[in-house]
């Protein structure tokens, strides 16, 4: 029902930036929660940001909050992920992820589509 592809992904140095991207396709909710979320190797899927589609608010985890930053182009049914000022533990895979607004920040198992993720490398 829904396509998430993401994008931007790469390799850069401590204290740089990189603008993720979550282009959104196929017959879609009315209502999507679109999150964030990334995988570093041994650990598990921690929830990075959630912005709702139609909605100004975003929510940022405490973990990026102040360097990371989610905005959404409803012309282009694209979400952003803006990183800036990134360390070496914010090395992991980030997942585009949607699923139906509910009101409050939903559980990892309430996002029911997933993008296929985008490797972001950030070396000391």
């Known amino acids: 029902q829904v396509q998430l592809v993401e994008s931007g992904g790469g390799v850069v140095q401590a204290g740089g930036s990189l603008r993720l991207s979550c282009a959104a396709s196929?017959?879609?909710?009315?209502?999507?929660?679109m999150g964030w979320f990334r995988q570093a190797p041994g650990k598990d899927r921690e929830f990075v940001g959630r912005?709702?589609?139609?909605?100004?608010?975003?929510y940022i985890a405490d973990s990026v909050k102040g360097r990371f930053t989610i905005s959404r182009d409803n012309a282009k049914n694209t979400v952003h992920l803006q990183m800036n000022s990134l360390n070496p533990e914010d090395t992991a895979v980030y997942y585009c992820?949607?699923?139906?607004?509910?009101?409050?920040?939903?559980?990892?198992?309430?996002?029911?589509?997933w993008g296929q993720g985008t490797q972001v490398t950030v070396s000391s």
């Open positions: 992820a949607a699923g139906r607004y509910r009101g409050r920040l939903l559980n990892l198992g309430e996002y029911e589509y």
């Open positions: 196929g017959r879609t909710f009315s209502s999507l929660d």
């Open positions: 912005i709702f589609w139609t909605s100004t608010v975003a």
